[in-house]
């Protein structure tokens, strides 16, 4: 098959994994015959240098005319004295708004050889694998009316959507879960929240169409106290944005660093594939960045622009065989592990490539 993939690797570590992620897709394409061409192009700080501004018009450009956009991440320190509109992380918001993906995708995957990375204990998170599916373009972050009126001690933001944004993300969550262990925990407030109400009757009326899968509605509060007690009982989250947004950033407890988390943005123009992470200047050149996260969104590509599901789990089961050898990037290392042995960026790729 044919993959035309816009590669924005952006600043600080960006590069550095984005390498790891690139080097794996074409070595996928190279077993599988198939042809994925990659096209760079600028955003975040190496934008501003090179053209004065976060997303150059060629970069929109090339972004939309792909079959996916992998971005690295973007930021640097030295731009900190700009407005936050023509700061790289500009840049960022850009793109995503141009590409119009509403639904985002947050695997957390609890990887046993790191089970002992995680604050909670190993029985609890050993083999825990939620997908967070996040609406991302509705919800407090963009309802209408939202204002600070600055003299009368009031703000207001609006949560509001639309039984058609509920749908449609929804449709997605249960869409994932046939593929996956055929449950959907739908996360709301309903006992508070008109929205919410909202939200549940339009959930439950969508899982009719999908009779294998099963069902459950939490409310937020307790949910956030269940992802840390039972994280293995759950398969696919859906969420409202902040209420994704809090509890996604919560399951990161579960999985040892921030460097391991993928996240695919889907249902727009074009699907929009990062890390999780930033630009971590603090290591940035120092060949100490976890390049797994970067991989990891390397097999949603295949997964989901590409309908290669099978690369896609053999590079995440090559992930678990590289990690089981007690391969380690300096921030999932734990002192006093002696099975552990550190390796650099380049290295973890290449072992994940074997
Ligand atoms: P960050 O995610 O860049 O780093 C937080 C901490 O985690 C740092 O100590 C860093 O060294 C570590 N870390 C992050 N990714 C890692 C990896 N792959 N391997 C090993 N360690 C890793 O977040 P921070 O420091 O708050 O922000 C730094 C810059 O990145 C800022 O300019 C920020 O705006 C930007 N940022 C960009 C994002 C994006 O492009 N999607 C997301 C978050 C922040
Ligand atoms: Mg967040």
Redesign the pocket.
């Known amino acids: 098959m044919k993959l035309n993939i816009a590669v924005l690797a ?5 590069p550095e ?1 984005t390498r790891e992620a690139t080097t794996i897709l074409r070595a996928v394409a190279e077993f599988g015959g198939h042809d994925f061409v990659f096209t760079p192009a600028l955003i ?1 700080g190496v934008a501003i240098t090179g053209t004065g501004g976060p997303l150059p018009q060629a970069t929109l450009d090339i972004a939309l005319a792909s079959d996916a956009v992998v ?7 030295k731009f900190n004295a700009l407005s936050p509109d023509k700061r ?2 500009a840049g ?1 918001l850009q793109i995503r708004q141009a590409l119009g993906g509403f639904a985002n995708l947050r695997p957390s995957v609890a990887y046993s050889a790191l089970a002992g990375n995680s604050p909670l204990r190993p029985e609890v998170t050993a083999g825990a694998d939620i997908l967070f599916v996040r609406e991302l373009l509705g919800g407090l972050y963009f309802g209408a009316p939202r204002w600070w009126n600055r003299d009368e001690n009031e703000a207001i933001n609006t949560m509001r959507y639309t039984k058609n944004e509920i749908v449609r993300v929804a449709r997605i969550a249960f869409e994932l879960a046939t593929r996956r262990k055929k449950k959907v925990t739908s996360v709301d407030k309903a006992n508070v929240l008109e929205v919410s109400q909202l939200w549940r009757a339009t959930v439950t009326e969508i899982a009719a169409e999908y009779p294998e899968v099963t069902l459950e509605h939490q409310l937020v509060d307790s949910m956030a106290m269940h992802l840390m007690n039972t994280p293995r009982s759950f398969d696919v989250v859906l969420t409202e944005n902040l209420f994704g947004d809090i509890l996604s950033d919560e399951s990161g407890v579960i999985t040892g ?3 391991m988390l993928p996240s695919a943005t889907i249902g727009g123009t074009v699907n929009l594939y ?10 940035a050149g120092t060949g ?4 797994l ?2 991989i990891l969104t390397a097999a949603m590509v295949l997964r989901h622009s590409a309908g290669l599901e099978a690369d896609a789990a053999a590079i995440e089961a090559a992930v678990a065989q590289v990690l089981a050898t007690g391969a380690r ?3 999932i290392a734990r002192g006093g592990d002696a099975n552990q042995q550190l390796v650099s960026t380049q290295e973890m790729g290449k072992l994940v490539h074997q």
Request: no cysteine; glycine share 24%.
């Open positions: 952006g600043d600080g570590i960006g994994v975040g971005l690295g991440a973007v930021g640097d320190n790289p992380e960022l660093s921030l460097g990062e890390p999780v992470h930033g630009s971590a200047p603090d290591i100490k960045a976890n390049p996260g970067a990037t300096a921030d």
